[in-house]
């Protein structure tokens, strides 16, 4: 399985700090890491960890373009969000976008986790008081700041183990 890379769309940091620990738990010498704004369509490789900020529950354009772009690779998906982190809410967005993913690719699967929002969007939900309920408006500024820790630690580690298990279905120990 030779070639890897990792490429990624963040727009304030989360997701390129967890494309920079799967980068680093990749164990081999041929891999590359590329914002996506940097990807000019000629980067070949066997092995992709394609990575997004969820932005309306899905990726970007380029994102999207790029993962219809790819034939007969093995892909594995990881992005950030910040409005929660259930699996279920997890499996949507992961179905939301492999749709864009030709089927004659192998996927491998997807790893997200919390990113923290910027102060706007805090902004925006205090203004949006008096028009939501109180209880669903306090949910909302609840979820805005446990995002704001993330990714932590244990959210780096998970990514490190996601690509672990690549391997594993790669067949590389
Ligand atoms: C315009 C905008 C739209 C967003 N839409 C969603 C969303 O639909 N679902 C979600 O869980 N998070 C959403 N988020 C939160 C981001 O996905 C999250 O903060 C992410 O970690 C940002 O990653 P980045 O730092 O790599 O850009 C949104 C953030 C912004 C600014």
Aim: charged share 30%; with cysteine; net charge negative.
């Amino acid at each position: 399985m030779g070639r890897f890379a990792v490429i990624y769309a963040s727009e304030t940091g989360n997701t390129e700090m967890v494309a920079r620990e799967i980068y680093e738990a990749i164990r081999s010498d041929s891999k590359e890491l590329l914002d996506v704004r940097n990807f000019d369509g000629r980067l070949e490789s066997d092995v992709y960890f394609i990575g997004y900020w969820v932005n309306h529950s899905t990726c970007s354009l380029e994102i999207m373009d790029l993962l219809g772009s790819l034939h007969g690779k093995h892909v594995a998906l990881f992005g950030t969000c910040g409005i929660d982190d259930s699996e279920h809410y997890y499996q949507r967005l992961e179905r939301n976008v492999i749709a864009f993913l030709p089927e004659d690719n192998n996927y491998l699967g997807a790893f997200y986790c919390r990113g923290k929002m910027p102060p706007q969007i805090r902004e925006r939900y205090e203004e949006a008081r008096g028009t939501y309920e109180d209880d669903i408006l306090n949910r909302m500024l609840q979820t805005y700041d446990e995002a704001l820790s993330h990714p932590d630690r244990q959210d780096l580690l998970q990514a490190h183990l996601f690509v672990d298990e690549v391997f594993k279905s790669l067949g590389i120990r």
